[in-house]
């Protein structure tokens, strides 16, 4: 898309974009959270969808249009979906995104037989797989009705991130930093999931790094969307029913 009204966006705008979400997010997750779980009887999974969606994901997703009617851009499909990268998904688009989504799995398996092994031998403690803020057992009768809330959280979770870390800041970060543009894009992603703990983010720095990686290759957020999904989607319904611990 050759577009004059793109600017560049540094390290100064890059940390202004990735950073206040990334406080939003810390004190939604260490501070509003616990103080729900512990001052109400509310199911745990419930307040994460409230607080994280309503507080955090949704305003993402708005903010992307924000920014988008800001830089004076009309409203309309053709015009959105040029700016935001969402072009139909090429063959060649499909390959990298399953290959993209393959070395995410091979990678995070890897860290997590490596880190067994370390355990195992050297006596370090176990990587904890699971958020800090989000400890819940599987879902069970009725509360099984609360994936019905997930649905909708679970939109603004992937499309709110991808439309604005990929679809918006992204393109602009490669007007600034070029071939290194997705790294960039991946380090401030990583520190806006600094909230999951250390062990968490050791687990997801796989694909904090090739997500960005191939939709920079591809220009197309689309693949950000799916492989964003696939990741965070399947984990948590196995998880919920208990099917994974």
């Known amino acids: 898309m050759n577009d004059t ?4 966006m540094g ?5 202004l974009l990735f950073g206040i979400p990334a406080a939003v997010f810390y004190l939604i997750t260490r501070v509003l959270i616990p ?4 001052t109400y009887a509310i199911h745990p999974v419930l307040v994460w969808f409230v607080f994280g969606g309503l507080f955090l994901f949704v305003p993402l997703f708005v903010l992307s249009i924000f920014l988008f009617k800001r830089d004076n851009y009309d409203l309309n499909l053709k015009t959105f979906v040029a700016r935001f990268r969402l072009t139909r998904l090429t063959k060649a688009d499909w390959v990298w995104c399953l290959g993209g989504l393959i070395v995410t799995m091979v990678l995070t398996g890897t860290i997590m037989g490596v880190w067994r092994l370390l355990s195992y031998h ?4 176990p990587l904890n797989t699971s958020a800090p803020f989000l400890h819940f057992d599987p879902l069970q009768g009725i509360d099984r009705l609360l994936l019905l809330v ?5 939109f603004f979770n992937i499309v709110g991130e991808e439309l604005l870390w990929r679809g918006y800041i992204l393109p602009r970060q490669e007007l600034a930093f070029g071939k290194y543009a997705w790294l960039i894009n991946a380090i401030f992603w990583a520190v806006f999931h600094l909230c999951f703990g ?3 983010m050791i687990l997801l720095l796989p694909a904090l790094f090739v997500l960005p990686y191939v ?7 689309h693949i950000g969307v799916i492989i964003h999904a696939l990741v965070n989607g399947p984990s948590f319904i196995l998880i919920s029913l208990g099917l994974v611990k």
């Not at 009204?5 to 560049?8: D, W």
Request: no cysteine; proline share 3%.
């Open 11 to 15: 390290l100064g705008e890059s940390i």
């Open 150 to 154: 997930w649905v909708p959280f679970f």
């Open 215 to 221: 939709v920079q290759r591809r220009k197309n957020t």
């Open 35 to 38: 103080y729900f779980n512990r």
């Open 122 to 125: 050297l006596g370090i403690n």
């Open 5 to 8: 009204r793109m600017k560049a």
């Open 198 to 200: 250390l062990d968490l």
